[in-house]
């Protein structure tokens, strides 16, 4: 019984590995966190 519970629980954090790795956002699948996006800001040259 203890050989399936650590079995169990060493291939549960096997897909927790891939399945965090799957859906990082360096592969733009839309997942994860999006990149910052950049936008311009208006500067005024004279006071």
Not at 9 to 36: C, E, I, Y
């Amino acid at each position: 019984m203890v050989d399936f519970l650590l079995f169990a629980g060493v291939l549960a954090l096997f897909g927790l590995a891939f399945w965090l790795t799957a859906n990082s956002d360096d592969d733009n699948s839309g997942g994860g966190l999006m990149q910052p996006a950049l936008v311009p800001v208006r500067v005024r040259s004279r006071r």
